[in-house]
């Protein structure tokens, strides 16, 4: 593979360009519907130009890292030619969205970075350990699974059909996060407790969660009055829950059901102390 080029220069666009040619990888060119962010993206880049989306159709691989409702019509519009590559970076579309391109001939995938792109700088040190779902016929797949490396991203392979789940799933424990803060933020400023602290407060527990997920595995982590099977605990949480919203009692609810999953899988728990949780949380 002799040339790489993106078209659609944007966060994660930007970022890939700059960390495959840290890497030693041929990114020959960039483009974008702006001619701007492509100049931009493109300096400092020795070697890559900035070029419009019909000259980066001329690379050997060429990622369209555009808008996940772009990546089609882009795909139908542009002069792709037989046995070149043609990946896109979504995680939720389907790699079907560019058959117009394999019409063409092209050999279509898909490479997405389980990580957020927010600066290029902050991401390019997250990249390393981040995972990258590939998909993609053998050759092509050999080629991607190759890039990841490069970057010291871990390649897994997605098997056709499974990307609204692969993505949606990955949803709970990337940005819903930022939900889950958001409840224990709006539970705290009940008693007079910033945002700001509460994050100070509980981002420590929730990496001491994770790290600990991360080496004992989801169930065996399992902390907390379920975990105990403290069914007054529980109950107390409940009930000043109920005197702030209805509607946060209830989210509460539907967590502890399944956290009460996990205490019947880790089986550290009796029956009656199991049953005595699940009365007092209620169907969830
Ligand atoms: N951001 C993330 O955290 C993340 C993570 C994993 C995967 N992805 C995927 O990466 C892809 C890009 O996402 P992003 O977050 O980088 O989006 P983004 O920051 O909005 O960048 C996309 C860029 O594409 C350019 N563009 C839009 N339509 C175009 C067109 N028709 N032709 C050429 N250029 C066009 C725009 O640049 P100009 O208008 O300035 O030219 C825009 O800035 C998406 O498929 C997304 O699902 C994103």
Redesign the pocket.
């Known amino acids: 593979m002799q040339s790489i080029s993106f078209?659609?220069?944007?966060?994660?666009?930007t970022t890939l360009a700059i960390a495959w040619h840290r890497a030693g990888m041929p990114v020959a060119m960039i483009?974008?519907?702006?001619p701007e962010?492509a100049r931009k993206a493109a300096a400092g880049l020795e070697g890559c130009a900035a070029v419009t989306?019909e000259q980066a159709v001329q690379a050997d691989l060429v990622f369209l890292?555009?808008?996940?409702d772009?990546?089609g019509p882009?795909a139908a519009s542009l002069p792709w030619r037989k046995g070149q590559y043609v990946v896109?970076?979504?995680?939720a579309t389907e790699v079907a969205v560019l058959d117009a391109a394999a019409q063409a001939g092209a050999i279509t995938g898909g490479y997405?970075?389980m990580?957020?792109?927010s600066d290029p700088q902050r991401t390019l040190a997250l990249l390393p350990g981040a995972t990258a779902g590939i998909e993609g016929p053998p050759a092509l797949e050999q080629i991607l699974r190759q890039l990841a490396e490069k970057l010291g991203m871990v390649p897994m392979l997605l098997p056709p059909g499974s990307r609204a789940l692969y993505h949606g799933g990955s949803l709970f424990v990337g940005t819903f996060l930022l939900s889950m803060l958001n409840e224990a933020a709006r539970a705290w400023s009940a008693f007079g407790i910033s945002e700001e602290q509460t994050l100070r407060a509980l981002l420590p527990v929730a990496r001491g969660t994770l790290e600990t997920a991360a080496v004992k595995g989801v169930a065996a982590s399992l902390a907390g009055p379920i975990s105990r099977g403290d069914v007054k605990v529980v109950q107390r949480h409940l009930r000043a829950l109920e005197q702030l919203s209805d509607e946060q009692a209830s989210f509460y609810r539907q967590l502890a059901v399944r956290q009460l999953q996990l205490a019947r899988r880790n089986g550290k728990l009796q029956q009656h102390q199991l049953d005595a949780l699940q009365e007092a949380i209620g169907p969830g």
């Not at 890292?65 to 996940?68: C, G």
């Not at 896109?88 to 995680?91: A, V, Y």
Request: include cysteine.
């Open positions: 078209i659609g220069a944007g966060r994660l666009g483009a974008s519907r702006n962010s989306p890292t555009v808008p996940d772009d990546i882009l896109h970076c979504s995680g997405h970075p990580q957020i792109f």
